[in-house]
């Protein structure tokens, strides 16, 4: 069975930091894509970054581009969403997310493309 589990989230001012994490148990993510979505009210979940593969590339939604940064431990099962220079509209619920198929150096960043998700956790930024 597998499983995924965020935490991290929490409240923060705006401009400010927060490091999300997700473990990951019943399945190995070696040479897996790994991918941030977050969905606030109302709207539709939307990528925010993913780390592919190769475990060595990494790609990010124009809207965190440069503040957010995604990483991996597979020796841990682990990957990771470090947040800088947070901002109110970056307000959501946070999801990490595994496809389970080896995708080496491709790139997959809608939520249908993958396969197990976690349950998500609050990330609210104040102004």
């Known amino acids: 069975q597998v499983q995924l589990v965020e935490s991290g989230g929490g409240l923060v001012q705006a401009g400010g930091s927060l490091r999300l994490s997700c473990a990951a148990s019943?399945?190995?993510?070696?040479?897996?894509?790994m991918g941030w979505f977050r969905q606030a009210p109302g709207k539709e979940r939307e990528f925010v970054a993913v780390?592919?593969?190769?475990?060595?590339?990494?790609l990010y939604a124009d809207s965190v581009k440069g503040r957010f940064t995604v990483a991996r431990d597979e020796s841990r099962n682990e990957v990771y969403l470090q947040m800088d220079n947070m901002k109110p509209e970056d307000s959501a619920v946070y999801f990490c997310?595994?496809?389970?198929?080896?995708?080496?150096?491709?790139?997959?960043?809608?939520?249908?493309?993958?396969?197990?998700w976690g349950q998500g956790t609050q990330v609210t930024v104040s102004s």
């Open positions: 019943g399945r190995t993510f070696s040479r897996k894509s």
């Open positions: 997310a595994l496809r389970d198929k080896e995708s080496g150096s491709a790139w997959y960043w809608l939520p249908r493309d993958y396969d197990y």
């Open positions: 780390s592919n593969g190769n475990g060595l590339s990494t």
